[in-house]
């Protein structure tokens, strides 16, 4: 059981430019979330989905972010024209159930540096 | 405004002594509290979790407290070993809350030195 990957684990992109963030949840897991850590501050919520569904998505800036977790494949995280503002550490976990009463188990993260 | 405070923000100790950690929320309603250790790099990894009723939980040398009363947590760690170097996060949520919509403190930064 390979766990959450997170890949790319570190990402550099120019300011203008398109990221995107791969989460496999661990095997059996169908629920996956999204949080953002900045600098010396806790992680904060960004979004919640099932397979193909969004089911909470109040943490998400109401422009140039996006995230899917389709039927086949990792969930993503799209970032679009990317401001330095957006160079944080963004975390994905997974849940076999609703995490409040499954818990969560975190990938390692992916490090996007905006330059 | 739902908030999770932890102290101290970062702490230092010598290899095999204890050390105490808080944190203080103010999320209501309250369903449960964790600790998560973090080390440098890494996701969190989960330690314990408390519900309302539950005063005390132990995982190894971990032991947290929980007074839903004053709305306090602690996490005690006994013999301090070298690999306990990390950040521990105190995460608190929502009774009835969205699933993913945890409270995350910003966590107290432990060193553990030889």
């Known amino acids: 059981n390979a766990g959450v990957m997170q890949n790319p684990r570190h990402l550099v992109r120019r300011r203008g430019q398109e990221a995107r963030l791969r989460c496999s949840p661990m095997?059996?897991?169908?629920?996956v979330y999204w949080y953002r850590q900045l600098p010396e501050e806790g992680l904060k919520f960004m979004v919640y989905?099932?397979?193909?569904?969004?089911?909470?998505e109040s943490g998400m800036p109401k422009e140039r972010f996006s995230a899917e977790f389709p039927k086949e494949g990792p969930s993503i995280l799209r970032i679009q024209q990317v401001v330095r503002g957006d160079s944080a550490a963004y975390f994905c976990?997974?849940?076999?159930?609703?995490?409040?009463?499954?818990?969560?188990?975190f990938g390692s993260g992916t490090r996007l540096t905006v330059v | 405004k739902n908030q999770v405070e932890q102290s101290p923000q970062s702490l230092i100790i010598l290899e095999g002594k204890n050390c105490t950690l808080q944190?203080?929320?103010?999320?209501?309603?309250?369903?449960?509290l964790r600790w998560y250790k973090q080390d440098t790099g890494r996701g969190p990894v989960s330690l314990t979790i408390?519900?309302?009723?539950?005063n005390t939980k132990s995982n190894g040398r971990y032991t947290a407290t929980l007074d839903a009363d004053t709305k306090q947590s602690s996490l005690h760690i006994t013999a301090s070993q070298l690999s306990d170097s990390a950040s521990y996060i105190c995460?608190?949520?929502?009774?009835?809350?969205?699933?993913?919509?945890?409270?995350f403190g910003k966590g107290t930064k432990l060193s553990v030195k030889p």
């Open positions: 995460v608190v949520s929502v009774y009835g809350g969205s699933q993913g919509n945890l409270i």
């Open positions: 944190c203080n929320y103010t999320v209501s309603p309250f369903s449960n």
């Open positions: 095997k059996g897991h169908s629920h």
């Open positions: 989905l099932q397979k193909e569904n969004i089911i909470d």
């Open positions: 408390m519900t309302f009723s539950e």
């Open positions: 976990a997974s849940s076999e159930g609703p995490g409040q009463t499954y818990g969560y188990t």
